[in-house]
């Protein structure tokens, strides 16, 4: 069978790139699950030990250089998907396997019980202090490389109490004048992330040694090496930059 334009195929978190043009698929192939979304494409999941010629992985993050934003999008789209599906065959209640229901969601036939996909919102927010951006290196990150401050949302808490709760124990200093910026579906896994832009209040920097191991301001001239323009946090950074340049 021939993938036709956005169907995609995962295995693991990697997609399965064609080499060349008129590459089949091979029809014996055993898939762990296969779907679709209306009016994004199609999917196909293969065992992560799967190995086909002339076709090579990529990890889901360095797609968008290689299909662009639009096809980035639709690939995540249908990951989220088939992750959720996956991850919601037995009801949580009383252990039945679920059922599709009339709408996106899945339904328990035996207790009734009713789940939706799970987006996980999250805040990032571009912190000013005069002509200065605050960037921290996160433990995680490579060695070098810095961006702004994000984290989740916790329940019970507005978006705006999260960005001062994360700043505050990951840096020690408070914020204000806090104003949106932009929004960005983030896949990985399953997030909403919402970004912000805000002024340093009052504090000094003291990171909290965990997750935040360096942070500092930065001016535009002195920016340390930052996120690819993949991600909104690219962006807030860019538009710290353009207004004070």
């Known amino acids: ?11 693991g978190e990697e997609v399965l ?3 060349m043009d008129g590459i089949e698929l091979p029809r014996e192939l055993d898939y762990i699950s296969t779907g679709k979304v209306d009016g994004v494409g199609t999917w196909r999941e293969l ?16 797609l968008w250089e290689l299909i662009g ?7 995540n789209r249908l990951y989220a998907e088939m992750d959720w599906r996956k991850n919601s065959r037995f009801c949580g209640r009383c252990g039945t396997p679920m059922e599709d229901g009339e709408d996106n969601g899945r339904v328990c036939p035996k207790c009734g019980y009713r789940i939706y996909p799970i987006i996980s919102p999250a805040v990032i927010v571009a ?6 951006i605050l960037l921290a290196h996160n433990s995680v990150f490579p060695s070098g490389r810095y961006s702004v401050l994000a984290g989740f949302v916790d329940l019970g808490e507005s978006l705006e109490e999260t960005l001062r709760r994360e700043i505050r124990e990951e840096v020690g200093i408070e914020i204000s004048n ?7 579906s983030w896949p990985f896994p399953r997030s909403l992330m919402v ?3 805000a002024r340093w209040a009052y504090g000094e920097i003291e990171v909290d040694g965990k997750e935040i191991d360096r942070a500092d301001w930065f001016a535009p001239e002195d920016l340390p090496e930052i996120p690819g323009s993949v991600s909104v946090s690219r962006r807030l950074i860019d538009d710290f930059i353009r207004r004070n340049s």
């Open 195 to 197: 970004a912000f832009q």
């Open 127 to 132: 912190v000013e202090r005069g002509n200065r």
């Open 17 to 19: 790139i064609p080499e």
């Open 178 to 184: 806090i104003s949106y910026f932009d929004s960005q």
């Open 1 to 11: 069978m021939k993938l036709k334009e956005n169907s995609f195929v995962f295995r």
């Open 69 to 75: 934003e639009i096809s980035f999008a639709k690939a």
């Open 47 to 62: 065992h992560v030990d799967t190995d086909l010629k002339g076709w090579r992985a990529v990890p889901r993050r360095a």
